[in-house]
Every structure is written in C-alpha cells, then in structure tokens.
C-alpha cells in the first residue's frame, strides 16, 4: 500500500553503495495538450538526487522525453468502440492522446533493470492520474 509523503515526513535511512535499488518513472500523459518546456519531473529529480546520495542504486524512465525538436510522441485514445476519446465543454471539442512511451515501449525499458527495492512515480498534474495508474 502507498503511503502519502510530505516534506516533513520524507525521511530516507542511508545504505551501503548500491545494496538498495530504485527506479524512478516519470510516466506518460493523457491529454487534449501537452508542453514538454514547462512539465518536466522536478520533484522526482529531486527525490532521485536524495537516494543517490543516501548510497541507492537509480533507475530512471523518463516516458516523456522529447525528441529532437523538443516535442513528445503523441498518439490518439481510443474508446471500446474505436472511436477518438474526446473532451467536450460547452461548444469546444478536443481530442484526446497519449503523450510519450508507449506501455509496450515502458515495459520494454523496464525490462533493462534490476528488480528495485522501491518504485517512485511521479504524477506533475493531479488530472494526469490515469497514466499514473495504468
């Protein structure tokens, strides 16, 4: 079960060089929009920072790195029917995509790592919740 951390709670116990693992995932984003300037991990980086120096052995998937021109992979929800997922309000639609890595892509860096002793997901917007979950 997860537990709800706060700046005053966060403690983390120090531990010989690499004998903890973490790995730290930074995960996909579903969204009419997205910016990659402005959405970046800092608290994980931070967190990442911390366990290192504390002796942990880092693990990092960054699901929403950017390309070369700056810009996420985005591809179109789908619903059970097959039609684009929307979001309607008052006379506005948009479409609904999946920014970054794919699960299969996620599933298959994973795959590179050692089992981890934690796993850190960050979640930069409460409504990004779902891409957190799955």
């Known amino acids: 079960m997860g537990e709800i951390v706060t700046d ?28 990659a300037r402005w959405s970046q991990p800092a608290g994980l980086l931070r967190i990442a920072t911390l366990l290192k120096q504390r002796g942990y052995a880092i693990d990092f998937v960054d699901c929403m790195e950017t390309d070369g021109r700056g810009l996420v992979k985005k591809t179109t929800r789908y619903n059970a029917q097959g039609r684009p997922l929307e979001v309607r309000r008052d006379d506005i639609v948009k479409r609904l995509y999946h920014f970054g890595l794919s699960l299969s892509e996620l599933e298959q860096r994973l795959q590179r790592f050692e089992v981890p002793d934690e796993v850190w997901i960050t979640s930069i917007m409460t409504y990004w919740w779902e891409s957190t979950r799955t």
Do not use: G, H, K, M
Not at 8 to 35: G, M
């Open 8 to 35: 005053e709670t966060f403690t983390v116990e120090s531990c010989r060089p690499a004998t903890r693992r973490a790995l730290l995932i930074n995960p996909p984003v579903y969204d009419a929009q997205y910016w």
